[in-house]
């Protein structure tokens, strides 16, 4: 596809396709970039395969490619998305060419298991990286000289960026435009995708709800549900114990060993993922501790900055959607 002079003065993101990819790790990103032009002066994407001819994702969906690898010579961002099929869709020819566009690219952008590429090419010896949850004990295990964060939304080291994959690679889309155009830009291009808010990188892939493992027996399933009902009553090991007609102990040992949490470390979670939505309606601080049950807003500030390392107020000015830009 031609490119018009304008389009040489924008930032060039080059995406590496292959046979296999995942698509909405490809078009998700993408779409991130190619939105950028209506609030800013946008990128130039560019789609690259090995030898310039078009492949197939793992859907079977026909990918167009613009150039080959050795059509490029130099891009501004290059993005690896991963595959369901990782890491034996990386052959030699791919990995080759992410080594060979990674020195060509001022920053590399990984999304999901396109990890295991970046890693096999030995660009993340030494740094920090995350991929999908599914994939990433495989990641540590395969790359021990690598620290693997396996709970975060996106990860930067250096000009090195990873996502957790599928979704996390808008995420990690937005927060490059908002380095490169400014937080109003990246908030505005997330309201045009309709994308509710922009999540930290730190952020956990889960919510308390989703993690770990769900509540089997009558009691906890009962004390879970309890909690959901009732986020603002004080919910003590005690009360929570009375309200099943068990003992502390004996709570305490199911939960842990049902959802790996104690009584009062599952209460704190389920209030903090509250808390996040209070926060993303435009409750304030204090109303959205209020709601939540905490005691006061410090308490309040204390727990959410030990879970996402930012406090409530510069979460919700950061990633809180408020209302639509015209």
């Known amino acids: 596809m031609p490119r018009s002079t304008d389009d ?3 930032p060039r993101v080059g995406i590496l396709v292959f046979d296999g990819v995942k698509m909405l790790d490809l078009v998700g990103p993408a779409e991130v970039f190619h939105e950028a032009s209506q609030r800013s002066a946008g990128y130039d994407i560019v789609l690259i395969s090995v030898s310039g001819a078009d ?11 613009h150039a080959s690898v050795a059509a490029i010579e130099e891009l501004d961002t290059l993005v ?7 890491p034996e869709v990386f052959t030699d020819d791919v990995l080759d060419a992410v080594r060979t566009l990674a020195d060509r690219s001022r920053r590399v952008a990984s999304i999901c298991t396109a990890a295991f590429a970046v890693a096999a090419v030995g660009l993340l010896d030494g740094r920090r990286t995350t991929t999908h ?3 990433a004990d495989t990641l540590q295990a395969a790359f021990p000289e690598i620290a693997v964060e396996k709970d975060a939304i996106f990860v930067q080291d250096g000009r090195f960026h990873s996502s957790a994959g599928v979704a996390a690679g808008i995420d990690l889309a937005l927060a490059l435009l ?3 155009y400014g937080s109003d830009v990246a908030r505005s291009v997330a309201q045009l995708l309709l994308v509710y808010m922009k ?3 730190s ?10 493992n769900p509540a089997r027996s009558p009691i906890s399933r009962s004390v879970t549900e309890y909690v959901h009902a009732n986020p603002t009553r004080p919910h003590s090991v005690r009360e929570l114990a009375s309200h099943v007609n068990v ?3 004996h709570l305490t040992r199911i939960m842990r060993e049902e959802l790996d949490a104690t009584p009062s470390e599952y209460v704190g979670s389920i209030r903090l993922d509250l808390a996040v939505s209070e926060l993303e309606s435009g409750t304030s601080v204090a109303g959205a501790a209020a709601a939540t049950g905490y005691s006061s807003p410090v308490s309040f500030r204390r727990a959410f900055v030990r879970r996402f390392g930012i406090t409530p107020s510069e979460y919700q000015r950061r990633f809180r959607t408020s209302r639509p830009v015209a």
């Open 133 to 135: 949850w599914k994939f």
């Open 80 to 86: 690896v998305p991963g595959s369901e099929n990782a």
């Open 247 to 249: 003992s502390p102990r």
């Open 55 to 65: 492949v197939t994702s793992s859907m079977g969906v026909r990918v167009g490619v």
């Open 8 to 10: 040489q003065k924008r």
């Open 203 to 212: 952020q956990s892939q889960f919510s308390a709800s989703l993690a770990g």
């Open 199 to 201: 999540r930290s990188g």
């Open 178 to 180: 908002e380095q490169d």
